[in-house]
């Protein structure tokens, strides 16, 4: 229960706060006479999915993800260090390459990407976009490869979930075309520019930038791409959802999809292949991408 009280707050609390910075960038767009960067519709849908995926988070928290966590945590380091600089530092940037590797999951695992669809289906990128979220994600069990590492070095769970949590604020702040370059923080940090990049679809774009609040994942493992390089970006996947404003089907439609193709062919191996599998292998339309 207090886990979920906990979700509750977080979404109270930092809640608050991003609808503020949301009516912020909106005045300040019609300020600037700019049209087309929100859509009434879409921003009611990415407020809705981001309300329902927080309040499932915080019951699977409560209910199996931290009970997940403590019984790994016996096998492993049981480091359990003292809050300092140091420590912090290390579980954030631990943290943080453990979401890099995560969030490559959700684009070349299908079973994983048809949760991650529903962030990359807006065609718009303001910073109610950060907000689209798919409250299936924590029983797709990606959340294990973000958990369970910090659990077997010997985090307290407690901080994890602060750090996760914390990761995922920066991250809010990323979803914005009004911030331009931010000079030789982008040689570091993950950027608006930088997953501007990452919400493109087309081909330049397409699996590029995973960091979540660094960039130098990307760089070291060969998946960056500058703005400048990725071509004109063209925002959401290339099979957009049937209906774009229904806050259930845009969380659960691709899901189905996937279901589908595995009876149509007998081929349970669609679950864990690329998403493109099934178009690749059977020449037909799979999931959408």
């Not at 979404?11 to 608050?16: I, M, P, T, Y």
């Not at 380091?77 to 809050?83: E, F, G, S, Y």
């Not at 490869?145 to 809010?172: H, R, S």
């Not at 960039?215 to 290339?238: N, P, Q, S």
Request: charged fraction near 15%.
């Amino acid at each position: 229960m207090q886990d979920v009280l906990h979700a509750m707050a977080f979404v109270l609390g930092f809640g608050a706060i991003f609808l503020a910075v949301i009516g912020l960038e909106y005045v300040y767009i019609r300020r600037q006479g700019k049209q087309g960067v929100y859509h009434l519709g879409e921003t009611v849908a990415n407020l809705t999915t981001g309300f329902s995926y927080k309040l499932v988070d915080g019951i699977a928290v409560a209910l199996f993800i931290q009970a997940f966590y403590q019984w790994f945590y016996q096998f492993g380091l049981q480091w359990n260090p003292q809050v300092s600089v140091f420590s912090v530092l290390a579980l954030i940037v631990f943290i943080d390459v453990c979401f890099y590797f995560n969030h490559l999951l959700m684009h070349k695992v299908r079973w994983f990407w048809n949760v991650h669809v529903t962030h990359h289906s807006s065609q718009h990128m303001n910073f109610s976009t950060a907000l689209r979220q798919n409250f299936t994600f924590a029983l797709s069990g990606s959340w294990v490869l973000w958990w369970i590492p910090a659990a077997l070095l010997g985090f307290d769970k407690n901080w994890v979930l602060l750090a996760i949590e914390g990761n995922l604020v920066y991250q809010f702040f990323l979803h914005t075309e009004q911030v331009k370059k931010l000079g030789w923080l982008e040689n570091i940090f993950n950027t608006p520019s930088h997953h501007r990049v990452h919400h493109g679809r087309n081909p330049q774009q397409i699996d590029t930038n995973f960091g979540g609040i660094f960039i130098v994942w990307d760089k070291l493992f060969g998946t960056f791409r500058r703005e400048e390089e990725a071509g004109e970006i063209v925002y959401g996947v290339a099979n957009m959802p049937l209906k774009p404003y229904n806050p259930f089907y845009l969380q659960v439609h691709a899901r189905g999809e996937m279901f589908r193709d595995v009876w149509r062919y007998k081929d349970v191996r669609i679950l864990f292949k690329h998403p493109d599998w099934v178009t690749e292998h059977y020449g037909r339309p799979g999931a959408e991408q």
